[in-house]
Each structure stands twice: as structure tokens, then as C-alpha cells.
């Protein structure tokens, strides 16, 4: 029997330590992985990891919209890494001063708003939020450091350790990953988090 629902937000280029961890982790602790993404209309749509030495290793099929979902239709909420979250801000029509309209975006920003499920980023997976600084403003956070300027612009607040970003960090129902090398401690964490 399931203990619920983990969601985990892919496009194309995701990180791929993460995916296999994912899928091996949560169901032996009794919890089912749904990817979600935005499928511009179609019924399912196939994604592949970042290449490794020119091979791409894993692929992903997901049908499930993000549109068609709500957060609180999962325990947790977590947005996999490398450069799958950059394209899931695009938005095909953008006017001056108006927030970021991506479904991802959006379906983010409800997650945030409810403050039920947990939310999850590793690595450079806080792009997203990224998208719509009232997301991070405020929040302590970890992250890859090629991405902190992106981060602190939008008003994270980045935690570090000697001359480093921190491995994890945990503000409130976020719980940030440095990048795939801590995916076990980050895990761990995020299953301690969602069984509070």
C-alpha cells in the first residue's frame, strides 16, 4: 500500500544520479514517483537525461500534465536537476512587469501558496523558483554555485560552509540539495521532512 504520492517536476536535460535515485529510493520507502511536466498538448512526451561522455542514459515518458495536477495531491514536491527547470520557465508570450505565467511556474507557485506538500530542489533545479522571486524571497537555500547570482537576485538567501555552498539546507517545507554528489543525504533528509 502507498504512503502517498511524491511528484517530481522533469523536462529534457535532467540530471540523471537524481532520476535513478528517485526511482529507487521512494518506492522502497513505500511511496509512488509521478513526473510531471507541461506536454504543450500532447498526450505524453519523452525526455532524456544529460548526456554522459555523448550517451544519454536514462529517458523519462511522462504523461501526466502539470496543468491536470494539484500540489496537494502529493506529500512532496520535488524539481529534478540540471537544465530541465530552465526550460520549464518559458513562457511563449511575456508582457513588461508581468509575472512569469510557465504552467510550471504556476503550478509552483501553488505549491507554495498551500504550504502542505513538501518542496524539493537539488542542484540547479532552483531556476524554477527563479522564475517569480516572491517564491525564494527570504528563504534559506542551497544550490550549485554556478548558479547563486541567479539565486540571491531573486532573493534566496544562499547558506555556505567555509568557501563553499552548504550540501543541504532545510527552511520550512524547502529542502534545497547542493547538486547530485549529496542526492542520498538529501533524500534522507527529504523523507525525514515529509513524515514529520
Known sequence: MSKGKIAVIIEEHFDATEYKRFNEFF?????????????????????????????????????TEINDVKPSDYKGIICIGAYA??????????????????????????AVQENQAKLGTICHSLWLFCADPDLLKGKKVTCAHNIICDVENAGGDVVYEGDV????????????????????????????????
Open 27 to 63: 518506492p522502497e520507502h513505500g511511496y509512488e514517483v509521478e513526473y510531471i511536466s507541461h506536454l504543450w498538448g500532447n498526450e505524453s512526451l519523452k525526455f532524456g537525461s544529460n548526456p554522459e561522455n555523448d550517451v544519454i542514459e536514462f529517458h523519462a515518458t511522462v504523461t
Open 85 to 110: 527547470m530552465d526550460r520549464l520557465r518559458y513562457q511563449v508570450s511575456v508582457k513588461k512587469g508581468q509575472k512569469n505565467t510557465a504552467p510550471a511556474v504556476e503550478f509552483l507557485r501553488k
Open 165 to 196: 555552498t552548504a550540501d543541504l539546507v532545510i527552511d520550512d517545507n524547502l529542502i534545497t540539495g547542493k547538486h547530485p554528489g549529496v542526492v542520498d543525504q538529501f533524500l534522507d533528509a527529504f523523507l525525514a521532512e515529509i513524515e514529520k
